[in-house]
Structure formats: structure tokens, C-alpha cells
């Protein structure tokens, strides 16, 4: 299996022809989900004793297997999160993988964590964070969400009286869902703050004057949303920040999915606080046009999270010798074991400049407010709310649940567009609307109106 041979070299030069047209290629096909039997069906046994070729493997990829994914860059795809990495971030994460870099410590991973840590400079820089600040790349918003709670309960903990508490989170029902997930993986309590409108300092201080003596004690941490994924609504940052620090409580700012904006002149006045927070998370593989999967975790101070996630043992002890010193990545989150990640959009920004990247998500943001007017101005829709960043909800008038539901699988299945419903809370109840998120800026007005037009 590692030997060089013709047929290595021959199914190189093909992996590398199809990466050439996928990079280069002006329009994808937005593919469709199909059944495991159905593909089963089309591929038969593919993983055997003797192997059924690299050829004969590659071409059931193209044939069968590419066609049942959704390409995240397609200028349709306006559903969740999407994606639209740079070519030039996705050339280099080929040779990211090539280069075969453990990027857990400086010692092995040098100068693929050097250009990682060029990178998070800008990042940071973004954030107005004060000097001393840093941060990792991650595998998404979720683990660098979790690597800051850890953080802070951690910090928490040193106080011998909690070591035995079971630790409490403040953040709202707008906050991403990955926030529950780390709390349970972490073993803490969340109380919601029962509003997707914007959380401000009131809302937080009024939270904790509910609070049980025990729960007041227990209470180490708020998470406020730069951005929700929803609806792009941004926290009221200055004002929970000044709460965190009056009632010294670590504030940490998810904005996994909006903090590409700090990067946009014309909104980052909107961030303002965000400079005050302990830790933020942000993910470049959204709206930094990385290729999956790069998240970031940046904290305010970086010592505390070395002293959280600093790994232990006999084997790793040389990588803390004075020989192997440098930034080691792993000391600073939860995962031991990484790649360079953040290798792609070191290579991206390098090739294009910061200009580049605030024009890109301008055009984002731009996208959201040209669909919010053709919206206002089209009888059949209507605006749930202002479009925020770049996400719009709007609702097609006289419609069901059921009908967004059809009307998504319709569209996915000939292959136009993929546009989701989500919720909304509406007074007490949640009502069933539609979504755009625009990441992509080659998504066009067109584009827009089409799938507008589509829910005639």
C-alpha cells in the first residue's frame, strides 16, 4: 500500500484532474441525498479482501458518489450555514493533506503552525481584543465552544468551594444549538433566557436576579451570540460584558457564524463589546471562505486554557523540553491530535489580501439587504424581521409547515436550490418560516428571484 508504482502515479495525475475541474469549474450541480440501499444498489461492495481498485473506486465517486452530496459553494445553497471557500484555500488544503503535518506540536508542526498562527493574528485583530490575546484553529464551533467553557469552569473551579458544584451557563434560545451539546459533553447546567430577539445586559441582569442562592453560587459563565444562526441577530455585547464583569462571570462570545462580519466596516460597530469578552469563537470555514473543517477559539488570556487543557504524560514530555519550545496548539483546546487547519486560510489570505476578504463578506451582507427589498416588494412574501448580517426570514403568505416542506424537496430534488424552513417564535408559539443565509458572493439577484418566483 505505500509503495510508488505506475498505477500510483496514474491514479494520482486522475485525483488531481478531478481536483483541477472542481476548483476551476464556473457551475456545480447542486446534488440530492439518495437512500443507503439506493447507493448500495448503484456501488456494490466496495471495501473487500482484495480491494476493488483505486480506478475502478474513483470512478464509482464520480459516477454515483459526488452526486449525492450538496456542494456547500453553490450559489443556490442558502440553507443553514453554507460555505464558499476560496479556490486557493482548497488547493492548498490538498496540500495540507499531502504534507502529512501533526499539528498538535511546534516541535513536529513548525512552520505549518507558524503560518496558522499568521492567520489567527488577523483574527484576532478583528476582535479589538487587548494585547496578549490568542487563539487556536479548531475543528468547529462546537469544540471551540467547548474548549472555552472547559476554560472557564476550570477557572471557576480554582476556588476550592466549587470543585464539587456542578457549574451554570447563562444564554438565550437564540444561541446555537451547539451550546446545549457542549453543556451536556461538559457537564454543566444551562438556564435560557426565553427570547431570539437580542439578549441584552437588562435581560441577563434580570436572569440572575431570579437566581437561587445555589444557583447564584454555581452560575460561572454567560454565553452571548455574536450572530445567531437563525436570524443573525448580535447580543448586546457591551452591555453582558458589563454585567460579566461586575458580577465576575466569564463572558464568552459565540460567533462561530457572524464574527466574518468584524471583518465588514459597515456593521462592525455592531460587535462593539466584543472586545471585553474572556473568549470567542468564530469559524473561518463559514464566512472567512475556509474549506470544513476549521473553527477558531480565542481567548483573552491564553494561560488559563493552557492550565485547563494542557495534556500530561511520559511520551509527550519532550515536546515541553526546552529544545521542542514553541506554540503548541493542543495545549490551548481540547483536542490532542490535529491537523494544520487553519494552513488553507493562512494560504488564502496570503494570496489575496485582508481587502479581499472585507469586499467578499460585504457582498454577503449586501445580499441579505437586496432579498429583503425584492421581498418587500413580491405580494405572495413577507419579512419576519429586518434582515440581519446576512441572514433574511421571510414567510410565503397562506402557507403550512407542511408546504415549506414540500416546496424544500421539491427544489432539491430537481436539483435548483436548497433553501430550509426553520422557526420563529411568534408571541408563545413557534411559526414555520423560510430562511436565506447568504455566505456565497457569486450568488446572484437572479438567482434570488428565482427562488422566490419558484413559490408561486
Request: proline share 4%; net charge negative.
Amino acid at each position: 500500500m505505500h509503495k510508488i508504482d505506475i498505477e500510483l502515479i496514474e491514479m494520482t495525475l486522475d485525483v488531481m484532474k478531478y481536483a483541477i475541474g472542481r476548483i476551476s469549474a464556473t457551475e456545480h450541480e447542486i446534488g440530492k441525498p439518495k437512500k443507503t440501499e439506493e447507493l448500495k444498489a448503484l456501488v456494490g461492495e466496495t471495501v473487500t479482501e482484495k480491494g476493488v481498485g483505486g480506478e475502478y473506486a474513483f470512478n464509482l465517486w464520480k459516477e454515483h458518489l459526488a452526486n449525492a452530496n450538496v456542494p456547500v459553494d453553490h450559489p443556490r445553497n442558502l440553507a443553514f450555514v453554507p460555505a464558499s471557500p476560496t479556490r486557493a484555500a482548497i488547493m492548498f488544503d490538498l496540500v495540507t493533506s499531502a504534507s502529512s503535518i501533526h499539528g498538535a506540536y511546534w516541535m513536529e508542526g513548525a512552520g505549518g503552525i507558524f503560518c496558522e498562527n499568521e492567520a489567527m493574528k488577523w483574527i484576532v485583530s478583528l476582535t479589538g481584543l487587548p494585547e496578549g490575546a490568542f487563539g487556536v484553529f479548531t475543528s468547529g464551533g462546537t469544540a471551540a465552544n467547548l474548549s472555552a467553557i472547559v476554560t472557564a469552569r476550570e477557572y471557576w473551579r480554582r476556588d476550592d468551594s466549587n470543585k464539587r458544584e456542578k457549574g451554570l451557563i447563562i444564554t438565550s434560545i437564540g444561541a446555537h444549538s451547539s451550546i446545549k451539546a457542549m453543556a451536556k459533553v461538559a457537564d454543566v447546567d444551562i438556564l435560557l433566557v426565553d427570547s431570539e430577539e437580542r439578549l441584552t445586559g437588562e435581560d441577563l441582569q434580570k436572569t440572575i436576579a431570579t437566581l437561587t442562592e445555589h444557583q447564584r453560587k454555581c452560575l460561572f459563565a454567560v454565553v452571548a451570540t455574536g450572530g445567531t444562526t437563525n436570524a443573525g441577530i448580535i447580543d448586546d455585547l457591551e452591555g453582558i460584558a458589563e454585567i460579566c464583569q461586575k458580577e465576575k462571570l466569564w463572558c464568552h462570545v459565540d460567533a462561530a457564524y457572524g464574527g466574518g462580519a468584524l471583518a465588514a466596516d459597515s456593521v462592525r460597530h455592531l460587535f462593539n463589546g466584543i472586545e471585553q469578552a474572556d473568549s470567542i469563537t468564530i469559524d473561518p470555514h463559514k464566512w472567512m471562505f475556509s474549506p470544513y473543517d476549521c473553527g477558531a477559539v480565542i481567548y483573552k488570556n491564553p494561560e488559563l486554557a493552557k492550565q485547563a487543557h494542557s495534556q500530561q504524560g511520559s511520551y509527550l514530555d519532550i515536546f515541553k523540553d526546552e529544545g521542542a519550545h514553541g506554540f503548541n496548539p493542543t495545549d490551548y483546546q481540547i483536542q490532542l491530535t490535529r491537523r494544520v487547519r487553519g494552513l488553507p486560510l493562512w494560504f488564502s489570505l496570503a494570496t489575496h489580501g485582508t481587502d479581499r476578504y472585507k469586499e467578499a463578506v460585504e457582498r454577503g451582507l449586501e445580499l441579505a439587504q437586496i432579498a429583503g427589498r425584492m421581498i418587500e416588494e413580491n405580494p405572495m412574501v413577507e419579512l419576519v424581521r429586518e434582515p440581519s448580517l446576512s441572514c433574511v426570514l421571510y414567510r410565503r403568505i397562506g402557507w403550512e409547515p407542511s408546504d415549506y416542506t414540500h416546496w424544500t424537496y421539491e427544489n432539491h430534488k430537481k436539483g435548483f436550490a436548497l433553501v430550509t424552513p426553520t422557526k420563529w417564535k411568534n408571541g408563545d408559539a413557534f411559526e414555520t418560516v423560510s430562511r436565506f443565509c447568504f455566505i456565497n458572493p457569486d450568488t446572484t439577484e437572479n438567482d434570488i428571484q428565482m427562488i422566490l418566483d419558484s413559490m408561486a
